[in-house]
């Protein structure tokens, strides 16, 4: 299950989901409320749409499955996947350049709830991407959406996070030239949870869409198999040859 980050929607997982559906995984990506497909809603509920509403929708899509999922979340949606997995249960925890803040972090000051926030183009650029294609970066910047102040808001306050840890596995993959309280932040889950950790080399904040885009992916899933050997008994891979784009975080 794919939870996308801020100003995202499904879309920012297609080409993971194109690589993991080659590799034999049933992937499913959710489009949180307000956003890109689901049901749209008036500015004044939106504005309001805070992190447990986020996760509130991600576990009624669960409660759809047969059984307990892996949870894969990219910036905010990683910590809409922690408040999740804090009921849900999942196989493994997958967190994309995301992390859990602490209590006390103040990495930016809160935005206005009277409007949604919209992501400016330069803005977008240098908050994302580290190299990216201007062609493919303007297909991108179409796709975004507005988000939620209240959500971004509760991004400073890691949402509802409440368990020191969780018993099933954890990943933690960071991208090597992503904002430094992000990795800081990465930094900080990767201890709470005992978790693995690794670092896409030479890749932004949006290392899904980027040209490391399915290097991470294989990494991802080499990992997965190992560590919930039963998802996928017929398939053995790992990741030799990924060096020149990967790198164990210390």
Not at 80 to 100: D, E, F, I, K
Not at 197 to 220: E, F, K, Q
Not at 222 to 228: C, D, F, K, Q
Request: hydrophobic share 45%; with cysteine; aromatic share 10%.
């Amino acid at each position: 299950m794919f939870i996308h980050g801020g100003f995202h929607g499904w879309w920012a997982w297609e080409i993971w989901q194109s690589h993991f559906a080659e590799l034999g995984w049933c992937t499913y990506a959710i489009s949180l409320p307000g956003h890109t497909d689901s049901k749209q809603l008036p500015d004044s509920d939106f504005v309001a749409l805070d992190l447990s509403d986020y996760a509130r929708a991600v576990g009624e899509l669960l409660g759809w499955l047969n059984e307990p999922p892996v949870l894969v979340g990219h910036s905010m949606g990683g910590i809409v996947a922690q408040m999740v997995a804090q009921h849900a249960n999942p196989r493994a925890l997958v967190l994309v350049a995301s992390g859990r803040t602490r209590k006390g972090d103040e990495f930016r000051p809160d935005f206005p709830l009277g409007k949604p926030v919209v992501i400016k183009r330069e803005e977008a650029r240098k908050e994302f991407f580290h190299v990216i294609d201007d062609d493919w970066f303007d297909q991108l910047f179409q796709r975004l959406c507005p988000e939620s102040p209240a959500a971004l808001n509760d991004v400073t306050r890691g949402g509802a996070i409440k368990s020191a840890e969780f018993e099933c596995p954890v990943l933690v993959l960071t991208a090597e030239r992503d904002r430094g309280h992000v990795s800081e932040l990465a930094d900080y889950a990767t201890r709470t949870y005992r978790a693995t950790r690794a670092v896409v080399l030479n890749a932004g904040h949006d290392l899904i869409l980027d040209p490391t885009s399915s290097v991470a992916a294989t990494y991802v899933h080499a990992w997965l198999v190992t560590h919930i050997p039963t998802a996928l008994p017929a398939i053995q891979v790992t990741a030799q040859g990924q060096d020149c784009c990967l790198a164990p975080a210390d």
